[in-house]
């Protein structure tokens, strides 16, 4: 009877050994990594998911590994580090090496983009809160896919402006929220009034920005003294015209809206103005852009 009883205590022993040895550990990214929790190689990717995660998991617990929205892998090599749009939880049992897919973009809009296959992405860090607190709304609204996430990244990771942010496949309702979430998040945002298109880069520019205008829209208001004509150009910073934009005829007194539609390819990026003059010279309006 002795050893019966000594066996069966020796059996709930283990049991809850075993248990605990299998127990489900929640952490993040960021913590398992701190404490070496797990080991990673990302490769990067040209398919639906652009980068892989490959994580090793070195304890002896399941873990569910919380991907945080806005982190970035680095790579060893000047090339464009990996922005996670997209968080998600990853499940690895004890001592298992598994493999997923991950939403990212560039986070580095001059340099290029690591080759298919690439797999030196030896660090990595968190992006700036505020662009973590918008991704991570965005998300929560399923938004992400459809919003023009690259260029919301290089807002943050290449200080571009919000004249470079065009609404992507959002609708115009969908386009007014991403502008109050980010005006929400940041405090407050100056908006000029005006987008720049820029040309896509093809395959041979390995991804980077072009930094080339091609279109130039917006809405300003012109004030008028009294009615009359009025001539619209594109001058650059030595006041010289550089394309013309329209010609109104007999416009009221007053505000008059200007809707502005142009293609500006072969057009220098740099500062210029659009300004609107009446026939006698006078100026009713001048807008400072930035392309």
């Not at 090793?56 to 892998?73: A, K, M, Y």
């Not at 520019?205 to 009615?227: D, I, K, Q």
């Not at 008059?256 to 539609?261: C, F, G, I, N, T």
Request: hydrophobic share 40%; net charge negative; with cysteine.
């Amino acid at each position: 009877m002795k050893n019966t009883a000594q066996i069966a205590i020796l059996v709930v022993i283990l049991i809850g050994i075993s248990l605990r040895s299998n127990a489900l550990r929640t952490v993040s990214f960021e913590e398992a990594l701190s404490k070496k929790l797990i080991t990673y190689t990302g490769t990067k990717n040209f398919g639906q998911k652009t980068f892989l995660l490959d994580i090793t998991n070195r304890t002896h617990d399941s873990l569910c590994i919380q991907l945080e929205v806005g982190r970035i892998f680095l790579p060893d090599d000047p090339l464009q580090p990996q922005v996670v749009t997209r968080g998600r939880d990853i499940f690895v049992s004890a001592r298992e090496r598994r493999s997923f897919g991950v939403n990212t973009v560039c986070g580095n809009a001059s340099l290029l983009a690591p080759d298919q296959g690439y797999q030196e992405f030896g660090r990595s860090i968190m992006a700036h809160p505020e662009l973590v607190t918008i991704l991570d709304q965005l998300v929560s609204m399923r938004l992400d896919t459809r919003a023009p996430i690259q260029q919301l990244v290089w807002m943050y990771m290449n200080n571009h402006g919000i004249e470079r942010l065009h609404s992507g496949s959002l609708n115009d309702y969908e386009y007014s929220v991403l502008l109050d979430v980010m005006k929400d998040v940041r405090g407050s945002l100056f908006d000029p009034g005006y987008r720049v298109l820029y040309r896509e880069p093809s395959e041979n520019e390995e991804l980077r920005f072009t930094g080339e205008p091609v279109r130039l829209t917006g809405l300003f208001n012109l004030e008028m003294p009294e009615p009359g004509d009025v001539t619209v150009v594109l001058v650059d910073s030595n006041n010289k015209v550089v394309r013309m934009v329209r010609y109104l005829a007999g416009l009221p007194e007053g505000a008059v809206p200007l809707q502005v539609d142009m293609d500006v390819k072969g057009i220098s990026a740099g500062e210029y103005q659009i300004k609107g003059f009446r026939q006698n010279g006078e100026h009713v309006g001048t807008f400072d852009i930035t392309m």
